[in-house]
């Protein structure tokens, strides 16, 4: 067990032998000119997993995901998500910065979709309003701790955008740990949404790197957005053959991961700091209203022993499971957070 153990997030793990020496083998090419093999094998593998004609390699979430929205939002268009998506929130206004998008949130239950509300938010292009072109749903759900957006939302509001020719993104950063949670094949969430946006960086080990998955269409466009915004890159199939390495390897896992979460949710529950109910993946939101210790406190006072969590907000603190935190450091994790919750 490491002296310090990182359970702030699902991408502070560091590459495996086995993904270093995938990588130190890489054939590369210059993937500007299309001429990495590793790279354009990933892409074709990722796509096939989805069940989609093409993909695209990126450098990270955020820009894939910035890449997808300006193939399914013109500039001056709508989008709809969450209050707190990722693609919104926490990506610093990219979205109106780099694709000048509009947008427009629902309040946020988390993986819960109210698709009626949703539907009811739609503005039809022809009317002195920006027009609606797209939504983009969060799976799995970063900020509603880790949950899992159920198929049968999902195919609602499939249905929703198709009756208004409307496009569906989805921010897959963490498609993978739904896939596993829920035993939903990728090819059948692939088949729901028009964009997706995939990490290979959270959780699954890579040290980074993202595909959007898509039309061979859209995914031409994509290449030439991906330039724009400077993410082209060379000998690039390093990266991917970490990518590839995680996905072969780091995905069937996850279900350790999520074990070990729903462990540390059973043990702090009896403080009233999380329903071990609600966690379905890799991440524990610990609600501390009611708890003595604040989100600060709690994490200074772990971290003085060796434990690293991360402060949300004020009285909000998230512990996550990964590839690089095993039984016995869950262990100690428990036993060091409910001492301070007992505090
Ligand atoms: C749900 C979600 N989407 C997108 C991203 C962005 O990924 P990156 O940090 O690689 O830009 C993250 C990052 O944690 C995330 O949690």
Redesign the pocket.
Same mark, same amino acid.
């Given at each position: 067990m490491a002296d310090i153990l990182d359970f702030r997030?699902d991408?502070v793990t560091r590459p495996t032998a086995g993904m270093r020496a995938a990588m130190a083998e890489a054939v590369v090419g210059d993937d500007v000119f299309g001429d990495d093999p590793t790279v354009n094998a990933l892409e074709e593998h990722v796509a096939a997993l989805f069940g989609h004609e093409a993909a695209l390699f990126a450098p990270?979430?955020?820009?894939a *995901?910035q890449i997808a929205l300006q193939l399914v939002v013109p500039p001056g268009g709508e989008l709809l998500a969450g209050a707190d998506a990722?693609?919104l929130t926490?990506?610093l206004g990219a979205a109106a910065t780099y694709g000048g998008i509009s947008s427009r949130t629902w309040p946020s239950d988390g993986a819960m979709l109210d698709v009626d509300r949703i539907a009811g938010m739609i503005r039809p292009a022809g009317y002195p309003s920006v027009p609606t072109a797209a939504i983009a749903v969060?799976q799995t759900h *970063?900020l509603g701790g880790g949950g899992v957006v159920p198929l049968s939302a999902l195919r609602d509001l499939r249905a929703v955008a198709d009756a208004h020719g409307l496009a569906l993104h989805c921010?897959g950063?963490?498609i993978w740990h739904a896939h596993v949670a829920d035993g939903v094949p990728l090819a059948e969430y692939g088949a729901l949404f028009d964009t997706l946006?995939v990490?290979l960086?959270?959780g699954l080990g890579a040290p980074v790197g993202?595909v959007i998955v898509g039309s061979r269409e859209r995914i031409a466009r994509a290449r030439v957005v991906r330039k724009r915004m400077g993410g082209g890159m060379r000998q690039v199939g390093i990266l991917a053959a970490a990518g590839r390495y995680a996905l072969d390897h780091h995905v069937r896992r996850l279900a350790d991961d999520h074990e070990r979460a729903g462990r540390i949710a059973e043990a702090l529950a009896p403080y009233g700091v999380v329903d071990p109910a609600t966690v379905r993946t890799n991440l524990v939101i610990l609600d501390l209203t009611k708890a003595a210790p604040d989100a600060p406190t709690l994490v200074a006072e772990a971290a003085r022993r060796g434990v690293l969590i991360a402060a949300m907000l004020p009285r909000t603190a998230r512990v996550i499971t990964h590839l690089d935190v095993d039984d016995a450091a869950v262990d100690h994790a428990i036993t060091v957070l409910s001492e301070l919750l007992s505090g």
């Open positions: 997030s991408t990270s979430g955020t820009m *995901n990722h693609v926490y990506e969060e *970063n921010d950063a963490r946006s990490c960086s959270k993202s």
